[in-house]
């Protein structure tokens, strides 16, 4: 059973910087994306970015391309999302789960998730 981990969330100020983590455990040979995900109060969940399970491809949505960084070293490691000059649409939970990577930025395809990190970002 896989299981993922998140770290890294906290308060920061417009234009600040944030790196979440995701520790990944178990087995679960059916996934080769780690996806992010955020939920701000009142919207739904929404893919922003993910990273290939050899962390040799990521993909962004148009809402953080160009600010964030998805990564990975290698298949061991703990998958990042490098968060830069964010503003307070950018408060959300933040959630990275395990998927198929054609089907990275739908949620009801994700087969494990994080138990989520707090960011929110003040003006």
């Known amino acids: 059973q896989l299981q993922l981990e998140e770290s ?3 308060s920061v100020q417009t234009g600040g910087s944030l790196t979440l983590s995701c520790v990944v455990s178990g087995y679960n040979r059916n996934y080769n994306c780690i996806s992010w995900f955020r939920q701000a109060p009142g919207k739904e969940r929404e893919g922003i970015a993910a990273v290939t399970k050899s962390g040799a491809t990521a993909y962004y949505a148009d809402s953080v391309k160009g600010r964030f960084t998805a990564s990975r070293d290698d298949a061991a490691d703990p998958v990042y999302l490098k ?6 649409e950018d408060t959300a939970m933040y959630y990275c789960a395990a998927i198929v990577c054609p089907y990275w930025q739908i949620p009801s395809e994700v087969q494990a998730w994080g138990q989520g990190t707090q960011v929110t970002v003040s003006s």
């Open 8 to 10: 890294g969330g906290g």
């Open 83 to 88: 968060m830069t000059n964010l503003g307070p």
